[in-house]
């Protein structure tokens, strides 16, 4: 799909495409532990959140949610104690 409309992906996303690509329910969590890893990267720099596009599927937002909803709490945290001391 990405080749037809001449997009470039990332390489770990494409090769995620190729394994996956006859296995529907790998490809789904394949996708979602991508989108995890994704997340926890942009709030290890910094981030303070972030908004998903699932495509009114709530099953992947929940997965999605559940896997990192507790980095969004502790960097609340973090920010409220800097705001407080301040």
């Known amino acids: 799909m990405a080749s037809l409309c001449g997009v470039n ?22 996708g979602i532990a991508y989108a995890v890893d994704q997340i926890v990267d942009l709030v290890t720099h910094g981030v303070d959140g972030v908004h998903l596009y699932t495509m009114n ?20 945290k973090g920010a409220k104690k800097a705001s407080s001391s301040a």
């Open 57 to 76: 599927n709530s099953y992947i937002a929940r997965k999605i949610y559940k896997a990192t909803h507790s980095l969004f709490e502790s960097t609340n």
């Open 9 to 30: 992906v990332p390489k770990k996303f494409q090769r995620i495409l190729e394994k996956y690509e006859d296995n529907p329910v790998a490809m789904r969590d394949a």
